[in-house]
Nanobody, 126 residues
Framework: QVQLVESGGGLVQAGGSLRLSCAASGGTFSSYAMGWFRQAPGKEREFVAA????????YYGDSVKGRFTISRDNAKNTVYLQMNTLKPEDTAVYYC???????????????????WGQGTQVTVSS
């Protein structure tokens, strides 16, 4: 099992940027696929982005393609989510998730992730 701690959330105006970080501990980070999911009030948790344990491929939800970028630094046991051109509809709690040697076809499937962080709030004002 790996423990995950997110950081970097906050309040930003529409059009602005934030970078979320997720620090992992307790496991061999380079063996885990990493994903970002988000949950807005009254909505289901949805897929945002994922990166394979090897670093490629990466996948993105349709609503964030071209605006968000996921990356990982295995030397720092950290995965990042760079969020640009933020919109009010991006407001949600963002969760980091990890899965050991997850096959590429499952990267966007939240049910395959068995390690989750506590979440970090992102609020985008209009």
């Amino acid at each position: 099992q790996v423990q995950l701690v997110e950081s970097g959330g906050g309040l930003v105006q529409a059009g602005g940027s934030l970078r979320l970080s997720c620090a992992a501990s307790g496991g061999t980070f380079s063996s885990y696929a990493m994903g970002w999911f988000r949950q807005a009030p009254g909505k289901e948790r949805e897929f945002v982005a994922a990166i394979a344990w090897s670093g490629t491929p990466t996948y993105y939800g349709d609503s964030v393609k071209g605006r968000f970028t996921i990356s990982r630094d295995n030397a720092k046991n950290t995965v990042y989510l760079q969020m640009n051109t933020l919109k009010p509809e991006d407001t949600a709690v963002y969760y980091c998730a990890a899965a050991f040697h997850l096959p590429d076809y499952a990267l966007a499937r939240k049910g395959w992730y068995n390690n989750w962080g506590q979440g970090t709030q992102v609020t985008v004002s209009s």
